[in-house]
């Protein structure tokens, strides 16, 4: 069965450092996984997907993460962050096994200080 | 491209009754899934639909049911709410093709407090 693990539910950066939100999933078949984030009062956006191939994705406003098979995770980061950041991010899982069903993780709340 | 529309945005209902949510897909989608957002759970898959059928669905009791229509419109239904019901429910739509590798598009939510 999939699972997703997001370590740390806040992480505080201040504004212009790295970001890094830590993502570990579980699946019995070759993963597709993905980073949302959610804003207050707003439905999820993707910031990016992994599917196959090249295992460092690239996504909106700068963010990237890399798929580490042998690590099981999917590590989030962004080298300088900016104020808009601040919001809940959220990795997902899904496999063919799955059904057309996606796992999310609890979600990690980031906050940036001035 | 018109994005994922729910309605309401916001219901107040009372232990017992019973609710109807809406979610109109993106134009050409044809997969819609449901989620349930708490506090307390995160984001809990409920069920997801394709061309009118329901292909997978999460583990939550019979009175949580749906249906999509003939357009990919979708309802989601709760009978004798209770107050742990309380949530923000998300509807995402996908064209549905791509399989597990779909990329889902979420609507705003619908805001559920049952009191």
């Known amino acids: 069965a999939q699972s997703v693990t997001q370590l740390g539910s806040h992480v505080s950066v201040s504004e212009g450092a790295l970001v890094l939100l830590r993502c570990n999933y579980s699946s019995s078949v070759p993963p597709y996984l993905f980073w949302y984030v959610q804003y207050p009062n707003q439905g999820l956006q993707l910031l990016l997907k992994y599917t196959t191939g090249a295992t460092l994705v690239k996504g909106i406003n700068g963010f990237e993460a890399e798929f580490k098979k042998s690590e099981t995770s999917f590590h989030l980061t962004k080298p300088s962050a900016h104020m808009s950041d601040a919001a809940e991010y959220f990795c997902?899982?899904?496999?063919?096994?799955?059904?057309?069903?996606?796992?999310f993780g609890a979600g990690t709340r980031l906050f940036v200080k001035a | 491209k018109a994005g994922v529309t729910q309605t309401p945005r916001y219901l107040i209902k009372t232990r017992g009754q019973q609710v109807t949510l809406s979610c109109s897909p993106i134009s050409g989608h044809r997969s819609v899934s449901w989620y349930q957002q708490t506090p307390g759970q995160g984001l809990q898959f409920l069920f997801e639909?394709?061309?009118?059928?329901?292909?997978n669905k999460g583990n939550f009791p019979g009175r949580f049911s749906g249906r999509q229509f003939s357009n990919s419109r979708s309802e989601m239904n709760v009978s004798t709410l209770e107050l742990g019901d309380s949530a923000l429910y998300l509807c995402a739509s996908s064209s549905g093709l791509a399989g597990a590798s779909d990329t889902q598009y979420f609507g705003p939510g619908t805001r559920l407090t049952v009191l």
């Open positions: 639909y394709f061309s009118e059928t329901q292909r």
């Open positions: 997902a899982v899904s496999d063919m096994g799955g059904g057309f069903k996606t796992i």
